[in-house]
């Protein structure tokens, strides 16, 4: 089992690691530095360097695709939590393969977040036809992290047939507004958090309070992941002296999709 730390997920699920930086949000990617302490430890995932640093060369694991395979349990699993399911160098054949994996596993809530939602929307659409409908069990979502990437990225993810749609504006670094989207039966859960490390970035309440007052209005759930800074778990998560741990659907097996998973499988 994967375990983590992140507030919102379970487990953690990387078929793929090392990816390119491509906005100000991943200025200070933490997978980019933690690849590249992963590398000088010796691990043998995070040999391949690349651009954007050590060890955080773009490279294909197929040893891990059946990985959830082995996970009875039902939790909440984030997909390629170092690196992005939709990075232009992952063959399609390969994303075919974690999709497969996933359908097999309805016990589990798949969640899959993206900084590269026009190819997401693309690859999506195709395997919507290979599955024959949408996979319950896996929720898509596309990082936000100031006004103007709001406007480049959730459109795109409002067009991926998803189960559960959602954003991660995280790290924040700036005000958004997000009521042209907040729509309920489009968009499903909204993630806060503000930037973590030696180099954050501060984030104002204001723009978080913002974001939540937009989601309360909609009825869209929210949750406020950290306030950020150089140690963020010492500064809490609470939010007006409440936390904020709202979901979008409970974590519940659904037998349909088990029939669905099943046949995608080939059992």
Known sequence: MSQTGIEWTDSTWNPTTGCRKVSPGCDHCYAATLAKRLKAMGSTRYQTDGPDGEGFGLALHPDKIEEPLKWKRPRRVFVNSMSD???????????????????????????????????????????????????????????????????????????????????????????????????????????????????????????????????????????????GGRTPKANGRELDSQLWDEMPIPLDPDPSQRRLGERAWGA
């Open 85 to 227: 399911l939709f990075h232009p160098g992952i063959p399609s054949s390969f994303l075919d393969r974690v999709f497969e994996v996933m359908a097999a596993c309805p016990q589990h809530q798949f969640q899959i977040l993206t900084k590269r939602p026009t190819r997401m929307a693309r690859e999506v659409s195709r395997l919507e036809d290979k599955f024959g409908g949408v996979l319950k069990n896996v929720w898509l979502g596309t990082s936000v992290e100031d006004q103007e990437w709001a406007g480049k990225r959730v459109p795109h993810l409002l067009n991926t047939p998803a189960a559960v749609r959602f954003l991660s504006c995280e790290p924040l670094l700036g005000e958004v507004d997000l009521s042209p989207w907040l729509d309920p039966d489009s968009l499903h859960w909204v993630i806060v958090g503000g930037e973590s490390g030696p180099q954050h970035r501060p984030v104002a309440i204001e723009w978080i309070r913002a974001i939540r007052d937009q989601c309360l209005d909609a009825g869209i759930p929210f949750f406020f992941k950290q306030w």
